[in-house]
């Protein structure tokens, strides 16, 4: 028997940006008893999912579900509407979408990157004028996509995904908008069509509240036209074939079966609380663990106040301190999971998650342990960031 949390007692707090606490109530249902993928019931139960999914993702058109990880979900999107070498523009916010732009080579598109002249990339949101600047300059309409993170979480930075669109269409440029919200779906606002992404990708362990395992594409018309026509090899991520079993709530593989009734579960719940509450809830809770962070006198490693992520928050810790060592030490005292400093920010950064499943005192309680880790390092903060969150919740 695997025994991976008996060493400590009470529970385990776990806040990195994803994956997030599943709820018992979304745990029960995945230990459903697994039924037959092709039996009756299943085709049912199946329309019923996908069409919970498309209200998460404020969507009228198809989503499909892989049984994989965001990743893999990366990968579905590229091969279903990219051909062998085409050009795809990629904006730099941090660490997910450089690993993006990295498979994107390893497949054999050519990527080119962009991102915030003059400026570190990593603390700011996308400047869409660069995106229309670069594609207003692309007169034969080489670049077939624009790809970028809509909550990178690698930098706690949300982007602004209809001023991309708007940029695209300014520059009356044909190339398909590609967008991660792997993070971002769930917790933050995230609207499919009305910001006219051609695909968005998600995953289940961040603000859907599963475990890992199954990834999404939520597609548009065009998107699904320009894939009939793309000479790129593929099988399993194969759109058409997905999208015709789908039909009758089948797919043509065996589908991630009890994560589905997860899914449907957390759906149910997230929908009962309405999604503009769900939004909100992250956004007061994010701007709690912003009071903190200030004073701490600590900083944001998003600098970009338009664009302060709900999802999650990044702190940078001061010149000598390693946020290693304070995240060792409040997972060993404390049972408190905060999320690693990534890339080019390792040990010079920290992230609290506070997403899907979260509520004030699940907030207030990593919040303790943070302002307790950071005393056990030697830092004297300005002031208690455990009181300016409780002032600002109350
Ligand atoms: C987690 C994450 C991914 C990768 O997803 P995996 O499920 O780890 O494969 C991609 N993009 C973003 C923004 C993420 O947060």
Same mark, same amino acid.
């Given at each position: 028997?695997?025994?991976?949390?008996?060493?400590?007692?009470?529970?385990?707090?776990?806040?990195?940006?994803?994956?997030?606490?599943?709820?018992?109530?979304?745990?029960?249902?995945?230990?459903?008893?697994?039924?037959?993928?092709?039996?009756?019931?299943?085709?049912?139960?199946?329309?019923?999912?996908?069409?919970?999914?498309?209200?998460?993702?404020?969507?009228?058109?198809?989503?499909?579900?892989?049984?994989?990880?965001?990743?893999?979900?990366?990968?579905?999107?590229?091969?279903?509407?990219?051909?062998?070498?085409?050009?795809?523009?990629?904006?730099?916010?941090?660490?997910?979408?450089?690993?993006?732009?990295?498979?994107?080579?390893?497949?054999?598109?050519?990527?080119?990157?962009?991102?915030?002249?003059?400026?570190?990339?990593?603390?700011?949101?996308?400047?869409? /004028?660069?995106?229309?600047? $670069?594609?207003?300059?692309?007169? @034969?309409?080489?670049?077939? #996509? %624009?790809?970028?993170?809509?909550? &990178?979480?690698?930098?706690?930075?949300?982007?602004?995904?209809?001023?991309?669109?708007?940029?695209?269409?300014?520059?009356?440029?044909?190339?398909?908008?590609?967008?991660?919200?792997?993070?971002?779906?769930?917790?933050?606002?995230?609207?499919?069509?009305?910001?006219?992404?051609?695909?968005?990708?998600?995953?289940?362990?961040?603000?859907?509240?599963?475990?890992?395992?199954?990834?999404?594409?939520?597609?548009?018309?065009?998107?699904?036209?320009?894939?009939?026509?793309?000479?790129?090899?593929?099988?399993?991520?194969?759109?058409?074939?997905?999208?015709?079993?789908?039909?009758?709530?089948?797919?043509?593989?065996?589908?991630?079966?009890?994560?589905?009734?997860?899914?449907?579960?957390?759906?149910?719940?997230?929908?009962?609380?309405?999604? /503009?509450?769900?939004?909100? $809830?992250?956004?007061?809770?994010? @701007?709690?663990?912003?009071? #903190? %962070?200030?004073?701490?006198?600590? &900083?944001?490693?998003?600098?970009?106040?338009?664009?302060?992520?709900?999802?999650?928050?990044?702190?940078?810790?001061?010149?000598?301190?390693?946020?290693?060592?304070?995240?060792?030490?409040?997972?060993?005292?404390?049972?408190?999971?905060?999320?690693?400093?990534?890339?080019?920010?390792?040990?010079?950064?920290?992230?609290?998650?506070?997403?899907?499943?979260?509520?004030?005192?699940?907030?207030?309680?990593?919040?303790?342990?943070?302002?307790?880790?950071?005393?056990?390092?030697?830092?004297?903060?300005?002031?208690?960031?455990?009181?300016?969150?409780?002032?600002?919740?109350?």
């Amino acid at each position: 028997m695997l025994k991976l949390d008996n060493h400590l007692s009470g529970r385990h707090f776990l806040h990195i940006p994803g994956p997030s606490p599943v709820p018992p109530r979304v745990l029960r249902s995945i230990s459903y008893q697994t039924i037959d993928h092709r039996g009756p019931e299943f085709g049912a139960f199946g329309l019923q999912v996908l069409a919970g999914i498309q209200k998460i993702f404020q969507t009228k058109q198809p989503v499909i579900i892989y049984s994989a990880s965001g990743t893999g979900a990366w990968e579905g999107a590229l091969v279903n509407v990219l051909n062998p070498g085409d050009k795809v523009l990629f904006y730099e916010t941090g660490q997910f979408a450089n690993l993006w732009r990295a498979l994107a080579k390893r497949i054999g598109l050519e990527p080119e990157v962009i991102g915030k002249v003059g400026q570190d990339t990593w603390r700011w949101g996308i400047d869409a /004028d660069l995106i229309e600047e $670069r594609l207003r300059k692309d007169t @034969q309409h080489e670049i077939k #996509a %624009v790809c970028v993170v809509h909550n &990178e979480t690698s930098t706690g930075v949300t982007s602004n995904i209809a001023a991309v669109r708007k940029a695209i269409d300014a520059a009356k440029h044909p190339a398909l908008l590609l967008v991660d919200s792997v993070s971002g779906l769930g917790s933050a606002e995230y609207r499919h069509d009305e910001w006219g992404a051609d695909v968005t990708i998600a995953g289940s362990q961040k603000g859907l509240m599963l475990p890992p395992g199954i990834g999404f594409n939520a597609l548009s018309p065009r998107a699904i036209e320009v894939s009939k026509s793309i000479k790129t090899p593929k099988s399993y991520w194969a759109w058409d074939e997905i999208l015709e079993s789908n039909k009758t709530g089948y797919w043509p593989t065996t589908p991630s079966t009890n994560l589905m009734y997860g899914l449907h579960e957390a759906m149910d719940m997230m929908l009962a609380e309405g999604l /503009d509450t769900v939004f909100a $809830r992250h956004q007061r809770l994010a @701007q709690a663990c912003r009071q #903190a %962070v200030v004073a701490w006198g600590l &900083e944001n490693q998003c600098l970009d106040t338009e664009c302060y992520s709900p999802v999650l928050t990044c702190i940078s810790v001061p010149e000598g301190m390693d946020a290693d060592l304070l995240r060792k030490h409040a997972l060993e005292k404390f049972n408190l999971s905060l999320g690693i400093g990534l890339g080019k920010i390792k040990g010079k950064a920290f992230r609290i998650g506070h997403l899907g499943d979260c509520n004030e005192l699940s907030l207030m309680a990593a919040l303790s342990g943070v302002e307790m880790s950071l005393g056990a390092m030697g830092f004297k903060p300005k002031a208690s960031g455990v009181v300016a969150a409780q002032e600002f919740l109350k």
